[in-house]
């Protein structure tokens, strides 16, 4: 159990360019969750998966916002036409699905929109 | 509307003595509540849970529970230096399947 990973840990992007994360959560947990978090505010949610089902999405993700787990194993998040208002950090978590809804989180990914 | 409300502090106090967090949240009909604690550039970490009223103890760490007031706190006996972070409050509201985080309270043991 190697935990959950994110990659990369930082990126730096120009306005308008499009940028992906990636996220490998803990094996054998089945859902999979991304928030984001901006200085001095908790993680806002994002959305999340069980196995490959995207089962909720939040107002906050726009339609330039699309994530996919396509085999039920790692996760993509894809920001297109970035915004300065996207610079944060996105955090991924996992969680066993045992009813008791404890998220473990990846190291996240700290996004720089200039 | 799902709220989680924490004092963003800072709270400050002296290294050994018991600190007290707070947070109150707007749905009686919610069934789990967790603190994560979070160093400055660092992700959340998980440090207690707790779903039903009263106590719970985990070493230093006490979570307490009153669903009718609608409120959890976590008490952190014998602070230490290392204990200085951003504690989050975070609750899964009933019928959900996420967790609802508060801003967090900032923690300093000096």
């Known amino acids: 159990d190697t935990g959950v990973s994110q990659d990369p840990r930082h990126k730096i992007t120009k306005r308008g360019q499009n940028v992906t994360f990636r996220c490998d959560p803990i094996s054998e947990h089945n859902r999979l969750y991304w928030y984001r978090q901006t200085l001095g505010q908790g993680p806002e949610f994002l959305t999340y998966f069980q196995n490959e089902a995207q089962l909720e999405k939040s107002r906050l993700l726009s339609d330039r916002f699309s994530a996919e787990r396509p085999k039920g194993s790692f996760s993509t998040l894809e920001i297109q036409r970035t915004e300065q208002g996207d610079s944060a950090m996105y955090l991924c978590a996992s969680s066993p699905s045992d009813g008791n809804e404890k998220l473990f989180f990846g190291s996240g990914t700290q996004l720089s929109v200039l | 509307q799902k709220e989680v409300e924490q004092n963003s502090g800072p709270l400050s106090v002296p290294e050994g003595a018991i600190a007290s967090l707070n947070c109150t949240y707007s749905d009686r009909g919610s069934q789990s509540f967790f603190w994560y604690r979070q160093y400055s550039g660092k992700s959340p970490e998980l440090i207690m849970s707790?779903?039903?009223?009263g106590d719970k103890e985990d070493g230093r760490f006490t979570a307490q529970l009153n669903k009718a007031s609608q409120y959890v706190s976590l008490l952190i006996r014998d602070s230490q230096p290392s204990d200085s972070a951003t504690y989050l409050c975070?609750?899964?509201?009933?019928?959900?399947?996420?967790?609802?985080f508060g801003k967090g309270t900032m923690l300093l043991v000096s």
């Open positions: 975070a609750v899964n509201f009933h019928g959900g399947s996420t967790l609802t």
């Open positions: 707790i779903y039903s009223n």
